[in-house]
């Protein structure tokens, strides 16, 4: 008799730790008031590629490339297409000169040279851009918005929102980031601090194209 009450008290501390887990991941959600009304969309649903850009792709060629994803926003559906385009591949640029900007503070452990620094936080991502060879535009999403004053927006208008996604194969982006890093190197006069930046960043290439996507 013992047992069965003992049995019957574990399940119901289970239903009820269930019942509060549930009720926990319902306060956890958050609803947001959008200041528009969706008019047209590209696709029946909101791709799963914006958060997750490994996902608009479903190939086997999948491990061998990294994928990108930016946004724009525009009257003219043309050039917010165009525009969004454009920022995912220069995003790629963004990442390799961001990577290596926080492998070389890893490294160096605050003796990181400021003029080294200083280029990498201002020019690196700029230079990079040139050595973005072999991206390629896998998918496109847009959507046609009316916001409306009503809903909270600044005035009455229609507007395109955009996204693309950029696949590039690893091996490409190695050779980009190993362009970016002489591109680097190339800018340091001075031997000694020329030498160090090259050893903190000796793997940068290899690490950056096996990059595991955010979850």
Same mark, same amino acid.
């Given at each position: 008799?013992?047992?069965?009450?003992?049995?019957?008290?574990?399940?119901?501390?289970?239903?009820?730790?269930?019942?509060?887990?549930?009720?926990?991941?319902?306060?956890?959600?958050?609803?947001?008031?959008?200041?528009?009304?969706?008019?047209?969309?590209?696709?029946?649903?909101?791709?799963?590629?914006?958060?997750?850009?490994?996902?608009?792709?479903?190939?086997?060629?999948?491990?061998?490339?990294?994928?990108?994803?930016?946004?724009?926003?525009?009257?003219?559906?043309?050039?917010?297409?165009?525009?969004?385009?454009?920022?995912?591949?220069?995003?790629?640029?963004?990442?390799?000169?961001?990577?290596?900007?926080?492998?070389? @503070?890893?490294?160096?452990?605050? /003796? +990181?040279? =400021? %003029?080294?620094?200083? $280029?990498?936080?201002?020019? &690196?991502?700029?230079? #990079?851009?040139?050595?973005?060879?072999?991206?390629?535009?896998?998918?496109?999403?847009?959507?046609?918005? @009316?916001?409306?004053?009503?809903? /909270? +927006?600044? =005035? %009455?208008?229609?507007? $395109?929102?955009?996204?693309? &996604?950029?696949?590039? #194969?690893?091996?490409?982006?190695?050779?980009?980031?190993?362009?970016?890093?002489?591109?680097?190197?190339?800018?340091?006069?001075?031997?000694?601090?020329?030498?160090?930046?090259?050893?903190?960043?000796?793997?940068?290439?290899?690490?950056?194209?096996?990059?595991?996507?955010?979850?």
């Amino acid at each position: 008799m013992k047992f069965f009450t003992v049995l019957s008290l574990v399940t119901m501390l289970g239903l009820v730790g269930c019942a509060s887990k549930t009720t926990e991941e319902k306060k956890e959600e958050r609803t947001f008031k959008k200041d528009y009304v969706l008019m047209d969309a590209s696709a029946k649903s909101f791709p799963s590629w914006v958060d997750k850009p490994s996902k608009g792709d479903k190939s086997k060629e999948r491990k061998k490339n990294r994928y990108f994803v930016n946004e724009s926003a525009h009257v003219n559906k043309r050039l917010c297409m165009k525009s969004a385009e454009a920022r995912a591949t220069a995003r790629i640029a963004q990442e390799i000169a961001q990577f290596m900007k926080n492998s070389y @503070g890893e490294a160096t452990q605050g /003796g +990181a040279d =400021e %003029d080294v620094t200083e $280029f990498m936080e201002e020019q &690196l991502a700029t230079e #990079s851009q040139a050595f973005i060879v072999g991206s390629s535009i896998l998918k496109t999403y847009s959507e046609k918005r @009316g916001y409306k004053e009503a809903l /909270g +927006a600044e =005035e %009455d208008m229609k507007k $395109f929102h955009c996204f693309a &996604l950029v696949k590039m #194969s690893k091996k490409s982006l190695e050779k980009a980031v190993k362009a970016s890093r002489a591109k680097l190197l190339g800018e340091i006069e001075d031997p000694e601090v020329k030498k160090k930046t090259g050893a903190a960043l000796v793997d940068v290439a290899k690490k950056f194209s096996d990059l595991d996507e955010k979850s």
